[in-house]
């Protein structure tokens, strides 16, 4: 599925040249559950990156189902994470002013499916990651193993072949990040598995491989199960989201957060007020200034003066006024 050879990754800044990580080497297939882990640093963050295609390598060749990626484009990459890679983060990256229900049907949305289309899917996903009793439920009221869950049950239903997960553990006490990891090895049987994590003894029971960086190489590569399915690959379906869905999302996103909608609606009742009255003070000032007789362009304001003006309402002369 995923193939590395001598890649390396440097960062170039300011004339100063970082290294991500150098020279690896690896093979990686379907139904492998594969943990990264190394000290802070050792280029397991670079690594994950490079390969959901987030970021761009330097230098050997990424194969992609037997596709060299060297080439590849901003826009190819882009297309290559919409159809094969499911992210999961240390930090959740969740919606918090959506419920687990909405989370969970961004994903679907995105991609194009009509809503009529999602609800079962949704539940039924909801439903394995055992959160139904809170599918209505604002994400930010929910716990950190439960917060993952959600995590876990949007990047389940890209149904995507990879799921790439960066350290998803590091902010769940231990009871809770045991759970997290044994309901990803659960969801995502036939799938290719990429955690980074710190807790080997937590992953031990289910990795496939395990390697270890350091420094920007790996420097052990341990492949401690053999997983023995056929390599079949299945794209992410996916299309452009839809144009009602569209305007749904943002109706959405501009109502679902009360005060924030509230705070919104305030400011701009405050600056129509503000553009409204300087204006009626301009306009005041000016009748007062014509009612004392003071006229930029008509010194003149009698009643009974003459006003000629050309039929097509040029100037007379070329000059401007001063
Ligand atoms: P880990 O995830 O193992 O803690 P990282 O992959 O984040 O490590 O970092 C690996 C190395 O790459 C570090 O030396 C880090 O300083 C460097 N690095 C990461 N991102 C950047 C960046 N955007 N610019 C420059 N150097 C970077
Ligand atoms: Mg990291």
């Not at 670079?46 to 901003?74: A, F, P, R």
């Not at 959740?92 to 687990?100: A, D, H, R």
């Not at 229900?101 to 949704?122: A, D, H, I, M, T």
Request: aromatic fraction near 10%; hydrophobic fraction near 40%.
């Amino acid at each position: 599925m995923l193939k590395l050879k001598d890649v390396s990754k440097f960062y170039y800044n300011k004339g100063l040249i970082a290294t991500g990580f150098t020279k690896i080497n690896l093979e990686l297939k379907m139904g492998e559950f594969v943990v990264i882990t190394g000290e802070s640093g050792s280029g397991k963050s670079t690594l994950l990156n490079v390969l959901s295609g987030l970021d761009s390598y330097e230098e050997g060749e990424m194969y992609i189902n037997g596709e060299e990626t060297s080439h590849y484009t901003e826009r190819d990459f882009e297309d290559y994470r919409r159809k094969y890679i499911a992210n999961i983060f240390q930090s959740f990256n969740l919606v918090n002013s959506y419920t687990v229900y909405q989370n969970v049907e961004l994903v679907l949305l995105l991609n194009g499916y009509k809503k009529s289309q999602v609800k079962q899917k949704v539940l039924d996903m909801i439903e394995k990651v055992g959160l139904t009793e809170f599918k209505n439920t604002k994400v930010s009221k929910l716990s950190g193993g439960q917060k993952q869950r959600v995590a876990i049950a949007r990047a389940m239903i890209k149904e995507t072949p990879i799921i790439v997960a960066d350290e998803p553990t590091g902010n769940l006490d231990s009871a809770s990040s045991k759970d997290v990891i044994e309901l990803l090895k659960k969801v995502a049987k036939d799938r290719l598995v990429i955690v980074v994590t710190h807790n080997i003894e937590q992953v031990e029971e289910y990795a496939t491989r395990i390697i270890k960086m350091h420094d920007g190489r790996i420097i052990e590569n341990k492949e401690i199960r053999k997983v023995d399915i056929p390599e079949k690959v299945e794209e992410s379906k996916y299309t452009k989201i839809t144009t009602a869905n569209k305007y749904r999302l943002g109706i959405r996103n501009t109502f679902n957060i009360v005060p924030k909608f509230l705070l919104l609606f305030a400011v701009f009742l405050f600056i129509t007020v503000a553009l409204l009255s300087e204006y009626a003070s301009f306009r005041q000032t000016e009748y007062e200034a014509n009612k004392a007789g003071y006229n930029v362009f008509f010194r003149d304001l009698s009643e009974e003066r003459i006003i000629i003006k050309k039929k097509d309402k040029t100037a007379f002369t070329r000059r401007r006024l001063r």
